[in-house]
């Protein structure tokens, strides 16, 4: 597969790898790029398996253990070395939390944004308030999503925009989640990342290892942050992060901030991550 996204920095530099979530693109980095860059860093944020304008895999599967082997072989291919950290937000985050834990001599740091460590949502996930949250999940399990989602030039997308963080202006956004997700194989793309969470029938045997990286503790210290007003994932809802990361680890939660709080705060987020990962 090849992937393709935007990059900013010294190549040289150490690299720092940047994943989007869902319904998100590459773009997404915009305001945390340059600021990466500027501290010495190789920022580098590629569009995720699906999405446009990297390539839609051939075997069609969109397992976490995928997208967390992709994080790796990115890096390798660009040729980090220890000095590497990961960041990412959303589906990014989930990635970053596999790909750390299947190979945590690749990467130095990890950063994670609205999707706390598995660990930490065990229980809190079932809770009925999560769970009415989280209901676009289990609808794209369904035929029917696969008809509703791109309808009316994806009006649900732009709805879960304005619910997950109110009274931010997404429409710049969204215009790049539709041209990310405009053609219908990368629209079953995105939504294949949900079926192949909730249905064991879409994993790979192959990928089981990495697949249950997933759930073990992170080996490397993580900066968690979280926005205070996530209509996707309730700041009620994260747990205790702490709990499930090693020494050096710490917590953020953002205030005046939804889901997307890269994008709401972009200045706060930017030099709490800088400040994080400084040594």
Request: net charge negative; charged share 20%.
């Amino acid at each position: 597969m090849t992937f393709r996204g935007e990059q900013a920095g010294p190549s040289d530099g150490p690299l720092a790898l940047l994943l989007h979530g869902f319904p998100d693109s590459h773009h997404t980095w915009r305001h945390l790029l340059e600021p990466l860059a500027d501290a010495g860093y190789h920022a580098v944020a590629p569009a995720l398996r699906g999405y446009a304008p990297s390539d839609v895999p051939a075997n069609g599967n969109y397992q976490v253990a995928s997208l967390s082997l992709d994080a790796i072989k990115i890096s390798e291919a660009l040729g980090a070395d220890e000095r590497a950290v990961l960041i990412g937000h959303d589906w990014g985050a989930i990635a970053a939390y596999g790909a750390v834990a299947a190979s945590p001599s690749t990467w130095r740091k990890l950063v994670a944004l609205a999707v706390p460590p598995m660990a930490s949502v065990a229980e809190s996930f079932l809770k009925v308030d999560q769970l009415k949250r989280s209901w676009y999940m289990f609808f794209f399990q369904t035929d029917l999503a696969d008809f509703v989602v791109p309808m009316n030039d994806m009006e649900l997308i732009a709805r879960l925009w304005a619910d997950w963080s109110p009274g931010y202006d997404a429409s710049q956004d969204v215009d790049f989640v539709r041209a990310a997700l405009a053609e219908p194989e990368r629209m079953a793309a995105a939504i294949g990342y949900y079926r192949a969470m909730l249905n064991p029938q879409e994993l790979d045997p192959a990928l089981q290892e990495i697949q249950d990286a997933l759930n073990l503790p992170s080996p490397v210290p993580t900066f968690y942050l979280h926005g205070a007003a996530d209509g996707c994932f309730g700041v009620e809802s994260i747990g205790d992060p702490l709990a499930s990361l090693p020494e050096g680890s710490k917590v953020e939660i953002v205030q005046n901030a939804g889901h997307f709080l890269h994008l709401e705060q972009p200045e706060q987020v930017a030099a709490s991550i800088l400040n994080f990962l400084k040594d």
